[in-house]
Nanobody, 116 residues
């Protein structure tokens, strides 16, 4: 079965960096686009970044452009989100996502808190 396991979250100060990882299993990872979403308290889940299956295409939410970088290692079945210059408004639970045969799959999420 599809499994997505996020890691790398934590508490950081404004301006610092974090790298999130998502280890995938149970499907042909290199055949599917992967995404990062986030959900802040009281807000809807929103797309942060998406990467195509062979890393040819990436897209970012306006809030992430210039600060976040999505990447993947198909040999390791892992997708990453490098987050730089973090702001308090980046505080959220970050989720890894893939869509396979019309079904969305989610990890359990990893908490990112940006606070001084």
């Amino acid at each position: 079965q599809v499994q997505l396991v996020e890691s790398g979250g934590g508490l950081v100060q404004p301006g610092e960096s974090l790298r999130l990882s998502c280890a995938a299993s149970g499907f042909p990872f290199s055949s599917y686009a992967m995404s990062w979403y986030r959900q802040a308290p009281g807000k809807e889940r929103e797309l942060v970044a998406i990467i195509s299956n062979l890393s040819m295409t990436t897209n970012y939410a306006d809030s992430a452009k210039g600060r976040f970088t999505i990447s993947r290692d198909n040999a390791k079945n892992t997708v990453y989100l490098q987050m730089n210059s973090l702001k308090p408004e980046d505080t959220a639970v970050y989720y890894c996502n893939t869509r396979r045969r019309g079904v969305d799959y989610w990890g359990q999420g990893t908490q990112v808190t940006v606070s001084s």
